[in-house]
C-alpha cells in the first residue's frame, strides 16, 4: 500500500490508512488482532458509490465455480442454459480466480481429428497424487472426456493401479446410457494404462488404445488442458470460502459438473451435457460452493422444542438423486438433503467455529489485458482460456471511466489471515495470550486440570526458601493437512529445584482474590521441575503394571497385556498414548479404565502422530511422511529443486577430508538430524543418511552436496512410505549385507539389516 502512495500510521495496537492523494483523509482504521495481524476496518469508502452486496453478475461467476466472465455472456446470450440471468460487464478482480488459477507456456497451435458422434473417441488421463487425502481417503482422481461432446466424468481413487477397474466401470455406464460402443480410448503411456491387462480387456471389447508418445503430454491435449481446467476451477472454489484442502474431492466434482454445464469452443451453441444427452441445462438450482447452508431435520427425527435446521457447509451436487451434498458441521459427516437454505455470503471460520461473512473493500488496479493463449488444437481450448486467470476484464476503452475511481475488489477479513501464513500460530507471552479466547479457554482448562489433580495449596510466601517462577508456554497442535486440531497452553516451572517444599508463584491471570501476597506450595510435579517427568512416568508405570501389563525389555515405554491368545500393546510418548490389539473388548474396557483414572481425550482412529501419516483401511495400513518432508524442503529451501531417482550417486567415496571448502556446521546437523527423523518411515534412506552423518563435526561442501541430493530424491518421493497389508500368512524374513570396508578414512565395513513381517518391513538399521 505505501508504494501506491498511501501513508500508514502505526500507533498502540492500530495501524491507520491515510488516502494516496489527499494525505488528511482517513479512509481505513486497522487493529492488531489475532497472530499479530491487521485486518481492515473501512471507515471511508472513498469517492465512488460502492454497494457492499456483490450484484448478481459476481453472484453467477461464483455459483458457476469462477468460470469466466465472457463465457457466462456466451452461456446466457445463446439460451444454453435456462433460469440464467442477464450477465453483465464487470470491473475488478477475482482474489480466489488470482489465487487459484495458474499459467504455463502454451504449445504450438495445430489442428487434430475430431470425433463425429459421441464415444468415437475418448480422452483419458490421471491428476495425483494429491498431499492431502480426501475424506474418503483418495489421492487420485481420473477424468473421462467424449472427444464430440465434450462431456467429462470424474472417478476417484487411492491407488493408480484402480484405472482399469475404474474404466470397465465407466465403460458400461455411457454405453448403456448411449446405446453406442466405444472406439477409440486415447491416453498417455503410464503404467496405468499400458499393461498387457488393459491392452488385453481393449483388444477383446475391440477398442483401439491410442498412446502418446513418451514426455509428450501435448499429444493428449485434451486431457491435459481439461485436467489443468479442472484444478483451477477447483483451487478456486476452495480459496474463496477457505475450505480445508481434504474437501477437494468435491470441490473436483463440483467444478466438473459445472464445466459440464458450461460452453466451450469445441461444441458449438450447446453446453457438453446438452450435445451428449439431448437436455439444456437448468441453472435455477446453482449455488455458490462452500457456502453456509441450513438443513431441514425431518419431523420424525428430532422432539418438538428442537431446532428445525442443522447447520452445514454447501459441497455440491448429487448427481443420482436430486439433492445437494452438505458437510454437517454438527456431525462431521456428508449427507445428501434437497430441503435445503443458503447463505450465500457467508463462510465458516474453522478457527472460532462460527460464522463469518464481514468483508472490506481493498482499492486494487487492473492489471493490463492479458495477451489470448492459443494450444495444441483450438477445439480442445475451453473458453476460460481467453482470458486472464483473474476472469473479470477492464471495460473497453470505449467506455467512460472517472480516474479518481479505481476498480475494488471485494477481500473477506478470512482472507488476510490466510495471506499472512509467515506469521507465528503461538503467542509469545501472557499479554498476547490473554487477547484470545482460544488461549484464554486452553489456559482455563490447565489450570482446571491441576486442581483437580490437587497439584498445589495456597500458602505464606516462605522466608527461608526460594519461590519460583511459572510461566506460561503455549503450543498449537496440527493434523496431517495443516488444520487446527488443538490449542494447549501449559504451566511451567521456571526453577530446576529437587528439593522438597517447592513454591512456585501463582500464575498470571489465575491470582486469587484476596490473597494475592501467597504462593502456591506444589503437593505435586509440575511441568519444568527436574523430577517431573520421573514423577509422571512411575505414576503411569505403576498404572500399568497394576493392572497385568509387562514392560517391553527393549522400549520401556511399550507396554503389553496377553490374556489367552488375545494382546493390548500400549505406546507411551509423554502423555500422548496409543494402542492396538486384537479383541475389541478388551480395547474398550482399557479405554474406559483410562478415563475414569486419567483426564484423557480419545482422539479415535490414529491419522497422524509424531509427524507420521497413518492411512488405515481393511486392506492395511499405510504410513508415511508426507508433511514432514514438505516442511523439511521447505525449511532448506528446496521444495522447487530438480528431482533425482537415487539419494547417492552411486559408487562414490566420501571421506573427512575431501579437499572442499568447509561449511556451516550447524546448518548441516540441522539437515541430517532432520533425515534421521525421517527414516522413522523411510528405509530408502537410512544408508545414506547414516553415512553422511559420520561428517557433522566438520562437515564439507561435498558432503553437504550429498545431503542436499537426499532432499532432491525426496522431492520426487514425497509420498513414499511403508504398507503393512492384512494377511494371515505373515512371515517374518531378514537380510542383511555389508560394503566390506567401504569407509575411506577408517576402513571399516557398514552393515546393514532389515526385518519384513508381512508386506512391510518394522526394523533396519546402517552401521558402521
Not at 23 to 51: D, N
Not at 182 to 189: H, N, P
Not at 263 to 288: D, F
Not at 732 to 739: E, I, P
Amino acid at each position: 500500500m505505501m508504494e501506491k502512495g498511501y501513508t500508514l500510521h502505526f500507533g498502540g495496537d492500530s495501524c491507520t490508512i491515510y488516502d494516496n492523494k489527499d494525505k488528511t483523509l482517513k479512509i481505513a482504521e486497522v487493529r492488531m488482532k489475532e497472530h499479530r495481524c491487521f485486518p481492515i476496518h473501512l471507515q471511508y469508502m472513498g469517492r465512488t458509490a460502492m454497494k457492499a452486496q456483490e450484484d448478481q453478475s459476481w453472484l453467477w461467476h461464483r455459483r458457476l465455480g469462477h468460470f469466466n466472465f465472457q463465457g457466462l455472456k456466451i452461456l446466457h446470450q445463446k439460451k444454453m442454459m435456462t433460469d440464467l440471468p442477464q450477465i453483465q460487464a464487470v470491473d475488478g478482480a477475482c482474489e480466489a480466480c488470482l489465487q487459484g488459477k495458474q499459467h504455463k507456456k502454451p504449445f504450438p497451435s495445430g489442428t487434430s481429428w475430431r470425433a463425429k458422434a459421441v464415444l468415437e473417441l475418448i480422452h483419458t488421463d490421471v491428476c495425483g497424487p494429491m498431499r492431502t487425502p480426501s475424506h474418503e481417503q483418495n489421492i487420485y482422481f481420473i477424468l473421462f472426456i467424449d472427444d464430440y461432446s465434450r462431456m467429462t466424468w470424474v472417478y476417484f481413487m487411492r491407488e493408480k493401479s484402480e484405472v482399469f477397474k475404474v474404466f470397465k466401470k465407466f465403460k458400461n455406464l455411457v454405453e448403456k446410457q448411449s446405446g453406442r460402443s466405444i472406439k477409440v480410448l486415447r491416453s498417455d503411456r503410464g503404467k496405468e494404462y499400458n499393461n498387457s491387462k488393459f491392452d488385453k480387456f481393449c483388444e477383446e471389447e475391440g477398442i483401439e488404445h491410442q498412446t502418446t508418445v513418451s514426455y509428450n503430454p501435448q499429444q493428449n491435449g485434451v486431457s491435459e488442458r481439461k485436467n489443468r481446467t479442472v484444478m483451477e476451477m477447483a483451487r478456486s472454489m476452495l480459496q474463496e470460502k477457505h475450505l480445508p484442502k481434504a474437501f477437494w474431492a468435491e470441490a473436483v466434482y463440483t467444478a466438473v459438473y459445472l464445466l459440464n454445464r458450461c460452453p466451450t469452443k469445441a461444441v458449438q451453441n450447446m453446453t457438453p451435457i446438452e450435445a451428449w444427452s439431448g437436455k439444456k441445462p437448468s441453472a435455477k438450482h446453482l449455488r455458490v460452493f462452500g457456502s453456509i447452508c441450513y438443513v431441514h431435520i425431518p419431523t420424525e427425527k428430532r422432539h418438538k422444542l428442537e431446532e428445525k435446521t442443522e447447520k452445514g457447509i454447501f459441497l455440491g451436487y448429487n448427481t443420482q438423486s436430486k439433492g445437494y451434498r452438505i458437510y454437517n458441521l454438527k456431525t462431521k459427516k456428508l449427507i445428501i438433503s434437497r430441503d435445503v437454505e443458503f447463505d450465500e455470503d457467508a463462510m465458516w471460520n474453522w478457527d472460532e467455529e462460527k460464522v463469518e461473512r464481514q468483508s472490506v473493500m481493498i482499492p486494487k488496479e487492473t492489471p493490463p489485458q492479458q495477451q489470448q493463449e492459443e494450444g495444441t488444437d483450438q477445439a480442445e481450448m475451453e473458453m476460460m482460456s481467453q482470458q486472464a486467470p483473474g476472469s473479470p476484464r477492464r471495460p473497453p476503452p470505449s467506455e467512460e471511466i472517472e480516474e479518481e475511481t479505481p476498480p475494488r475488489r471485494t477481500k473477506l477479513l478470512s482472507d488476510i489471515y490466510e495471506t499472512c501464513n509467515f506469521i507465528m500460530l503461538e503467542p509469545e507471552n501472557f499479554e498476547t495470550a490473554v487477547k484470545h479466547k482460544v488461549w484464554v479457554q486452553a489456559m482455563e482448562e490447565e489450570i482446571k486440570m491441576i486442581e483437580k489433580n490437587n497439584t498445589w495449596e495456597l500458602a505464606n510466601r516462605p522466608k527461608d526458601k526460594e519461590v519460583i517462577g511459572v510461566k506460561w508456554i503455549y503450543k498449537t497442535k496440527l493434523n496431517a493437512d495443516g488444520s487446527i486440531q488443538k490449542h494447549k497452553a501449559r504451566l511451567v516451572a521456571k526453577g530446576y529445584s529437587q528439593l522438597p517444599e517447592i513454591y512456585v508463584e501463582q500464575p498470571q491471570g489465575f491470582i486469587a482474590k484476596g490473597s494475592e501476597e501467597k504462593v502456591l506450595r506444589l503437593k505435586k510435579a509440575l511441568y519444568g521441575l527436574k523430577h517431573a517427568p520421573r514423577a509422571w512416568y512411575s505414576r503411569i508405570d505403576k498404572y500399568f503394571m497394576d493392572r497385568g501389563f509387562r514392560r517391553s525389555l527393549s522400549d520401556p515405554t511399550l507396554y503389553i497385556k496377553s490374556q489367552g491368545n488375545d494382546t493390548l500393546i500400549v505406546s507411551l510418548y509423554v502423555d500422548d498414548l496409543i494402542y492396538t490389539g486384537n479383541n475389541e473388548k478388551m480395547i474398550q474396557d482399557f479405554k474406559e479404565d483410562m478415563m475414569k483414572t486419567f483426564e484423557m481425550s480419545d482422539l479415535d482412529l490414529m491419522y497422524f502422530f509424531l509427524e507420521i501419516e497413518i492411512n488405515q483401511e481393511k486392506e492395511g495400513i499405510f504410513i508415511c511422511q508426507r508433511k514432514y518432508t514438505e516442511i523439511l524442503l521447505k525449511k532448506f529451501k528446496m521444495e522447487s529443486c530438480k528431482i533425482i531417482t537415487t539419494p547417492l550417486v552411486t559408487g562414490k567415496k566420501y571421506q573427512k577430508e575431501d579437499g572442499s571448502q568447509k561449511v556451516d556446521g550447524s546448518m548441516y546437523r540441522s539437515l541430517i538430524g532432520s533425515l534421521l527423523y525421517l527414516t522413522a518411515t523411510r528405509p530408502d534412506i537410512m544408508f545414506a543418511t547414516s553415512l553422511l552423518s559420520r561428517f557433522m563435526q566438520s562437515p564439507s561442501q561435498v558432503h553437504y552436496a550429498a545431503a542436499k541430493r537426499i532432499l532432491r530424491y525426496l522431492r520426487g518421493t514425497k509420498d513414499f512410505g511403508i504398507s503393512y497389508k492384512s494377511t494371515n500368512d505373515a512371515k517374518l524374513v531378514g537380510y542383511t549385507d555389508s560394503d566390506w570396508a567401504g569407509s575411506v578414512d577408517g576402513m571399516k565395513s557398514t552393515s546393514g539389516y532389515t526385518f519384513s513381517l508381512g508386506s512391510g518391513i518394522f526394523s533396519w538399521a546402517s552401521k558402521k
